[in-house]
RNA sequence: GGCGGAUUGGAGCAGCUGGCAGCUCGUCUGGCUCAUAACCAGAAGGUCAAAGGUUCGAAUCCUUUAUCCGCAACCA
């Protein structure tokens, strides 16, 4: 509906995740978690939709991390790279293909991207002064140089900007500047970079921007912010070991700047895919057709990359489709603090799945995504929603249902008999609750898409208190015969209409209904598929209760 | 200091092209008893951070202040 229509195929990207670290439950909130549902969604909904995500291996902070180990940079990134692809997994975020920026397949792509734009002349030259320490052979990035702020005299500043003083610095205006790494006092040396001209796409940009009224407000006003200092041109490549190396010669030891190779990492991992499935020139359809829709997600650090950067690269390269929208989300804090490994503010993927269902943390994180701004996330929130919501709301509406259909219908569905105004009111609003359910994940509203499906399941609740089966199954077992007819066809329809957001559950719940989620759409939730007799199978409890202990660990 | 964002009942959030202040949870009361002590109904609870301004009318627009957060281009 709304745009999608004009489109014929959909790609979507999650950001690829720096490979430093664990993925904690701000970066789900933030970058993934709705990607997957949207997809789950578009794909219910009979789009042709593909979902991509990968590693981010390359960079600055990933050499450092390995040097400060003493390890390989390839041994940190497979550490990650796995550990990230199986929480993704564990979480049921479901991506077509999950790879890596450190194929042969990426390293191509970008090389060539980089190619095209130098063979353009759209690249310059520029040489500058920087930092360079002769024991550890390399440049020095700002972050990795400590030295005396010439401002106020701390002796402790940074190379990018003095702490104590709050004084924007270069690393060359540090008084006895050392390198954070071995302690040694670097020298001045000059290096050649290739720029990119981003300052000559301001105007296209804005344009482009300007074209697109459907944009959270959040990203636009990210970008008129960028927009109203004016942009500069950027630096593309870096001295340094790891990445890809500049695909010229005569220029060892350098390699492309990450942030002008990752996001082409969308491009060379859809050509992946295709690879995989046997259809090598099947990338070109996603990226290369007017009729492709491409919606990055990403959380709000990364705006400035899929909105201004690589856009701007797009149209330098040309022969690329441009984002339809980039969704990006605020952020998500942890306990009223910051989301920082350093102040311990952050929950890893694997410890929250080890200890919950992964359906109660997609639900408790969709219900409170950081759309419009940064939100808190707090352990018992997840554990109200759990057993209030979802067990209490949802579990119990099913467990209801099918407790009757075992002890008055043989744990079969009975036959609907002739339907009173009551029924048809709830049987008619699964199709307004999924229409507007739907509407809800076309415009990125995926908190309101939650809520609103299980306000469904609350109507559902309410007609089951009203027309009192209870009583009926001793007055007219025929009348409440129709009534637990209804309310298993219900249950079917939230199996369909959770799928989005509760996979798992979804799954489950086909499983107790004895059908197969294959072939299921949209569309179906609102009809009525069970036939009477059909054997159900026995009743599970869908979310267990969390304990108050179980909180306070 | 500059730029951008935020501040709404006990908690978490929505509303912000100006028009009686909403949702979920929690609390209180009542109903029901099939069900994971779950479900349903009703109620209480907010001078929308503060001050000033525009307007017939402001949570919504403007100005100032306070607090918090992000950005500031070689971290990604």
Redesign the pocket.
């Known amino acids: 509906m709304e745009n999608s229509g004009k489109f014929k195929r959909i790609l979507v990207t999650a950001a690829?995740?720096?490979t430093n670290g664990d993925i904690h439950l701000g970066h789900i909130a933030g970058a993934y978690l709705p990607p997957d549902m949207y997809v789950r969604y578009l794909r219910l909904a009979g789009y042709n939709v593909v979902f991509i995500c990968g590693s981010?291996e390359?960079?600055?902070?990933?050499e450092m991390s390995a040097i400060k180990e003493g390890v390989s940079p390839q041994v940190i990134i497979d550490k990650y790279h796995f550990a990230n692809k199986k929480a993704y997994e564990d979480l049921g975020i479901k991506y077509d293909i999950y790879s890596r920026t450190s194929t042969e397949t990426h390293k191509k792509t970008s090389q060539d991207f980089f190619k095209v734009l130098n063979d353009k002349g759209l690249l310059y030259q520029k040489t500058?002064k920087?930092l360079y320490s002769e024991k550890e052979k390399r440049?020095?990035?700002?972050?990795?140089v400590i030295g005396t702020c010439p401002v106020c005299g701390f002796e402790e500043a940074r190379?990018?900007?003095c702490e104590n003083c709050?004084s924007?610095l270069?690393?060359l205006e540090l008084k006895n500047p050392r390198s954070t790494i071995t302690g040694d006092t670097p020298v001045v040396k000059e290096?050649t970079?290739f720029y990119f001209p981003?300052?000559k796409f301001q105007a296209m940009l804005e344009e482009w921007i300007n074209s697109k009224p459907d944009w959270k407000?959040?990203v636009v006003?990210?970008c008129?912010?960028?927009f109203?200092?004016?942009?500069?041109?950027?630096?593309i490549t870096?001295?340094?070991d790891w990445g890809v190396p500049v695909p010229l010669e005569g220029y060892d030891g350098k390699v492309i700047?990450?942030?002008f190779e990752?996001p082409i990492g969308y491009i060379s991992i859809t050509k992946e895919l295709f690879e995989q499935e046997g259809n090598p020139e099947g990338w070109k359809d996603y990226w290369c057709k007017d009729d492709t829709k491409l919606v990055h997600f990403v959380g709000?650090?990364?705006i400035?990359?899929h909105a201004?950067f690589f856009p701007a690269m797009l149209m330098a390269h040309g022969d690329f489709v441009l984002a339809d929208n980039v969704p990006a989300n605020?952020?998500?804090?942890f306990e009223?603090g910051?989301l920082?490994k350093s102040r311990g503010h952050s929950i890893a993927v694997k410890d929250a799945v080890s200890r919950f269902n992964p359906d109660s943390v997609r639900y408790a994180l969709a219900?409170?995504l950081?759309?419009?701004?940064?939100?808190?996330?707090?352990w018992?929130?997840l554990q109200?929603?759990n057993?209030?919501?979802?067990?209490?709301?949802?579990?119990?509406?099913?467990?209801?249902?099918f407790?009757?259909a075992e002890?008055y219908f043989e744990g079969t569905v009975p036959a609907a008999g002739e339907y009173k105004e009551i029924d048809s009111i709830i049987i008619n609003s699964i199709k307004s609750y999924s229409s507007s359910i739907a509407s809800y994940y076309e415009n990125y509203k995926f908190?309101?898409a939650v809520?609103e499906t299980?306000?469904l399941?609350?109507?559902a609740?309410?007609y089951?208190?009203?027309t009192?089966?209870?009583?009926a199954?001793k007055e007219d077992i025929a009348r409440c015969g129709t009534i637990i007819n209804t309310c298993l066809q219900l249950c079917r329809s939230f199996a369909v209409l959770f799928y989005p957001v509760l996979p798992f559950s979804s799954e489950k719940l086909f499983r107790m209904l004895n059908i197969s989620s294959e072939g299921e759409t949209w569309e179906s939730a609102a009809e009525l598929k069970l036939h009477a007799g059909h054997k159900l199978n026995k009743p599970e409890?869908?979310?267990?209760?969390i304990e108050d202990s179980e909180i306070e660990q």
């Open positions: 690829l995740p720096y981010d390359h960079g600055t902070a990933i500058e920087q440049f020095l990035a700002d972050r990795f190379g990018d900007e709050g924007a270069s690393p290096s970079h981003l300052s407000p959040n006003n990210y008129k912010g960028w109203k200092t004016g942009l500069q041109d950027r630096a870096r001295d340094l700047y990450v942030w990752a709000k650090d990364n400035i990359f201004i605020e952020f998500l804090n009223g910051k920082s219900t409170s950081p759309e419009n701004k940064d939100t808190d996330f707090y018992k929130d109200a929603k057993n209030n919501e979802l067990g209490a709301i949802l579990g119990n509406f099913v467990n209801r249902t407790v009757f002890k908190k309101d809520s299980m306000n399941v609350r109507d609740n309410k089951f208190n009203d009192e089966p209870w009583k199954v409890i869908l979310f267990r209760k």
